[in-house]
């Protein structure tokens, strides 16, 4: 089955209740997640309140029709997602590159107010040109533990199993970028949708962390600074090159098969959310 409307509550002898006690959330998280706030239906305080969907779908199909899937709302499995179609305007004034190097990546986080470390011959690396960006993919590098970007050879250089660049940014743990590649890198591998999110057509952010724990929630072990450093070249990214939010997304969200990539372990619904605010 393509699409679902997700039940609003189910009754109990004691009254109405939501569908599910996972879906009893703030009503903001629900409204960027697309779907409708019930309530009376979960206990808390009053911004706490039953999320239901009325666009359930694929994962996969929800962002091939320009939608940001959001998880938890839905019935079914974990791929089974509430599509948000409000969230895929187009930034003004951004222009999508065509068949270029991304020479103007350190101008872009720098006009941003954003702290940049330029890689030595930046501009010049890569496995080729960029055939376009119409996405943008979130990482964490599951790297060292201290430091700022410790990772930087790795991810400028590769591996004895990839050779690098294997993102065109870093951030570090300080909020700080490191401009590495102006060309394609290999970060993305295998994707639901390679035209959007393939290394030819998508920007791969390495940020700096260890990975652990592994989680889709919040973004409690990540420094602060970061995380809103974060979010803040995204924006920046998106305005410059027209990426609409729908089309950022983690890699564990863009990588096939479900389940490849765990990256980042952080709540991708409420980085989008915050994207759009």
């Not at 994962?59 to 029709?65: F, P």
């Not at 998508?202 to 990975?211: N, P």
């Not at 919040?218 to 089309?247: C, D, F, M």
């Amino acid at each position: 089955m393509i699409a679902c409307v997700a039940l609003i509550y189910v009754r109990f002898s004691s009254g109405a209740e939501c569908w599910s006690k996972n879906a009893c959330i703030e009503t903001s998280l629900c409204a960027a997640k697309g779907g409708i706030s019930q309530p009376n239906l979960c206990s808390g305080g009053n911004t706490i309140r039953c999320c239901s969907c009325a666009n359930c779908m694929e994962a996969s199909l929800c962002v091939s029709r320009g939608g940001v899937p959001s998880t938890g709302i839905c019935p079914g499995s974990s791929n089974h997602q509430c599509c948000n179609m409000a969230s895929t305007s187009v930034p003004t004034g951004g222009k999508t590159p065509v068949n270029r190097m991304l020479t103007d990546l350190a101008d872009i986080l720098r006009g941003a107010g954003l702290t940049v470390i330029e890689s030595e011959g930046w501009k010049t690396r890569g496995h080729g040109i960029m055939t376009s960006v119409k996405g943008i993919l979130v990482h964490h590098t599951a790297g060292p533990a201290t430091g700022d970007f410790p990772s930087l050879k790795v991810v400028r250089d590769g591996r004895t199993d990839l050779a690098g660049p294997l993102s065109q940014l870093g951030l570090g743990r300080s909020g700080t970028w490191y401009v590495i590649a102006a060309g394609r890198s290999y970060h993305a591998g295998a994707t639901i949708d390679d035209s959007i999110f393939g290394n030819a057509n998508a920007i791969g952010i390495e940020a700096e962390a260890t990975g652990s724990p592994s989680t889709n929630t919040g973004h409690a072990s990540w420094p602060e600074v970061q995380y809103q450093s974060y979010i803040r070249g995204v924006k920046a990214l998106q305005a410059a090159y027209a990426v609409p939010t729908s089309r950022v997304l983690g890699h564990k969200e863009a990588a096939v098969p479900l389940g490849r990539k765990p990256d980042p372990n952080f709540s991708m619904d409420e980085f989008r959310a915050a994207l759009a605010k």
